[in-house]
């Protein structure tokens, strides 16, 4: 298993092939949770993409997330 070090590493070189780029990480267990600043476009059914839909104090929020390289990236929805 890769270590966190060299995913996070992987997951930026292929961010930034599509002009996006990590705004923060954390660690839960195992895996990295990885925010990211939104890629160009809207996800396609065929990018494997999880919408996560919340809502919290009558605010309704939408996050993309998918795993990449061993982490999970995610996003907000742009509106």
Do not use: E, H
Not at 11 to 33: N, T
Not at 70 to 78: F, I
Request: charged content about 20%.
């Amino acid at each position: 298993m890769m270590n966190m070090f060299d995913a996070m590493n992987s997951v930026r070189y292929q961010l930034r092939a599509v002009g996006s780029d990590i705004l923060s990480a954390r660690r839960y267990r195992l895996r990295p949770f990885i925010k990211i600043i939104p890629p160009a476009g809207q996800p396609t059914a065929s990018d494997a993409v999880t919408t996560i839909t919340l809502y919290y104090q009558g605010q309704r929020r939408q996050v993309y997330a998918k795993p990449l390289s061993g982490c999970l990236v995610y996003w907000d929805a742009q509106d």
